[in-house]
């Protein structure tokens, strides 16, 4: 068995908990490949391909060191386990004084493995490149450094649904609706819902509202005729990048789901009671 971690090294745990890791495999006959990053604050060599070949990809820090680690696997995607040491833990398996816990429950092949769909996003940038992501969370197309609210039109399927004159639009899977997009006042969606959420941030209009609609459709984004205020996009919070009126976004439910690895006795509901504070009953 093979194990590749990935660390967060802003976070001041990580080399201990790396170390840990290290001792825990070692103890059970476990190969570990560190990423290049996370070898470093040991002072290993690490391996920019930690996860090629792997049984289990490990992400160390929080939900958003999950989704750099996802980011990070170049296409392959072997099942997910995220230990906690962030703010954050939605995604994450397990907390950093569970460790020896899961890596036993995950040896004798007790743990869970859950899907989680991703979307498969194409796009034309301002400079007429086109680019291909893959995103866990969420697409999110905001304006520019102007501060001017933009246009945007969005279609489904061909049809179209609304011009839109907000901040911007996020366009949300079921596991990304506990992050961006819930801060914009989007709904929250259970993790095995088969939808995709459509969320403007600040609109102009009170009328306009989060739309679900169905992940095996094709939504497309982009900036309304005529509009040339300053548009920025991204995946997963990542790379920024600016668009046009050539510029068009397409969004659709990807070939490939995430593996993410749970505890047995995980419950997405418990969770969202615990990191949103509702009363226990």
Not at 47 to 71: K, N, R
Not at 158 to 173: F, K, M, P, Q, V
Not at 256 to 273: A, D, G, I, K
Request: hydrophobic share 40%; glycine share 10%.
């Amino acid at each position: 068995m093979t194990v590749g971690i990935f660390a967060n090294p802003f976070k001041e745990k990580s080399p201990e908990v790396i170390l840990k890791l290290l001792s825990l495999f070692k103890e059970r006959g476990v190969k570990v490949k560190l990423h290049s990053q996370g070898a470093a604050l040991v002072g290993l060599a690490g391996e920019e391909d930690f996860a090629e070949g792997v049984d289990l990809v490990i992400a160390l820090g929080g939900d958003g060191t999950m989704l750099e680690a996802i980011h990070r696997v170049n296409g392959v995607l072997p099942p997910i386990a995220g230990i906690n040491i962030g703010t954050l833990g939605f995604l994450t398996t397990c907390q950093d004084d569970s460790i020896e816990a899961f890596i036993d429950c995950w040896a004798k092949g007790e743990h869970q493995v859950v899907e989680r769909s991703m979307l498969q996003v194409e796009m034309t940038s301002e400079d007429g490149k086109e680019h291909t992501f893959n995103a866990l969370n969420e697409v999110v197309l905001v304006r520019g450094e102007t501060g001017r609210l933009v246009s945007l039109e969005a279609r489904v399927d061909g049809e179209l649904l609304n011009h839109y004159r907000a901040d911007g639009l996020i366009l949300s899977t079921p596991t990304g609706s506990t992050a961006y997009s819930l801060s914009a006042g989007g709904p929250l969606i259970g993790p095995r819902a088969k939808v995709f959420a459509i969320t403007p941030i600040c609109p102009h209009s009170l009328n306009n509202r989060s739309l679900v609609v169905d992940d095996d459709s094709i939504v497309e984004f982009l900036p309304s005729a005529g509009k040339d205020e300053p548009l920025l996009f991204n995946a997963d919070g990542r790379e920024m990048l600016r668009l046009d009126q050539r510029s068009m976004i397409r969004v659709q439910k990807a070939k490939n789901s995430l593996l993410l690895v749970r505890m047995p006795e995980h419950s997405f509901y418990e969770t969202l009671r615990k990191k949103l504070h509702w009363h226990p009953g």
